[in-house]
């Protein structure tokens, strides 16, 4: 099972609202990953958590505010965001076998923000 | 720097044709190939990796890649395409960055199979 599981599937927010994103893995990874995406780019790195400690933070605007609760959950909490934050947002989870490179990050299916 | 690079924005072939989805990295030290798909409003699903060893890499879904060290390739191929293969291909290489690892992604390819 590779199940990385991302709530809300859609969510629509005002620029004046705090709204959260949710992920959870039960596949005992200890690294968890937030991405953005646009329409038919590459996703973009923003965050990190290596066994639940915050490892990359890739300069992202302090709008966007992670959490992660215990391993196998991750968050992350948005307040007064621009509409040009709305995007597709993938939460990911990497295996954990030797540390190594190779071991693969496995994603969600995605929560698509709109900020109106 | 390191990069990955895939050349072409789009690739046209018809059901039952092979399909190649090219790729090419620039990596200090040994590369960590992945190739990853993304139907249309899906997140992205994991195919094949190369992390070492046998030069051809099989996957999920009848794909596989070609791994090339003198050309710095990693090529996606499939024998006989799908209809259903329609969707955008990411090649990306696995990197150290800090006390972790991070995907490097390609532009994406649009692959698009015609009946």
């Known amino acids: 099972d590779t199940e990385v599981t991302q709530t809300p599937k859609h969510l629509v927010m005002g620029m004046t609202n705090k709204k959260s994103l949710k992920c959870e893995q039960h596949?005992?990874?200890?690294?968890m990953y937030w991405y953005k995406q646009k329409a038919k780019k590459p996703p973009e790195l923003m965050f990190v958590?290596?066994?639940?400690?915050?490892?990359i933070n890739e300069s992202v605007p302090s709008r966007f505010s992670p959490e992660c609760p215990n391993s196998s959950l991750l968050n992350l909490h948005l307040h007064a965001l621009q509409p040009e934050d709305s995007a597709l947002y993938l939460c990911?989870?990497?295996?954990?076998?030797?540390?190594?490179?190779?071991?693969?990050?496995?994603f969600g299916e995605g929560s698509w923000l709109t900020v109106v | 720097a390191q990069s990955v690079a895939q050349p072409e924005d789009q690739v046209n072939v018809a059901e039952g044709n092979p399909l190649t989805v090219k790729c090419t990295y620039s990596?200090?030290?040994?590369?960590?190939l992945f190739w990853y798909v993304q139907y249309p409003n899906r997140g992205l699903q994991f195919l094949l990796k190369?992390?070492?060893?046998?030069?051809l890499v099989k996957g999920s879904y009848g794909f596989e890649a070609e791994f090339n060290k003198s050309q710095t390739s990693f090529h996606l191929k499939k024998p006989s395409a799908l209809v259903s293969d329609s969707a955008l291909y990411f090649c990306?290489?696995?990197?150290?960055?800090?006390?972790?690892?991070?995907?490097?992604f390609g532009q994406g390819t649009t692959l698009q199979v015609k009946p």
């Open positions: 990911a989870s990497r295996e954990s076998v030797g540390g190594s490179l190779g071991n693969t990050i496995y």
């Open positions: 596949m005992g990874h200890r690294a």
């Open positions: 958590y290596s066994y639940e400690k915050l490892s």
């Open positions: 990596v200090s030290g040994n590369p960590y």
């Open positions: 190369y992390i070492t060893g046998d030069n």
């Open positions: 990306a290489v696995r990197v150290f960055s800090g006390n972790t690892g991070k995907l490097i």
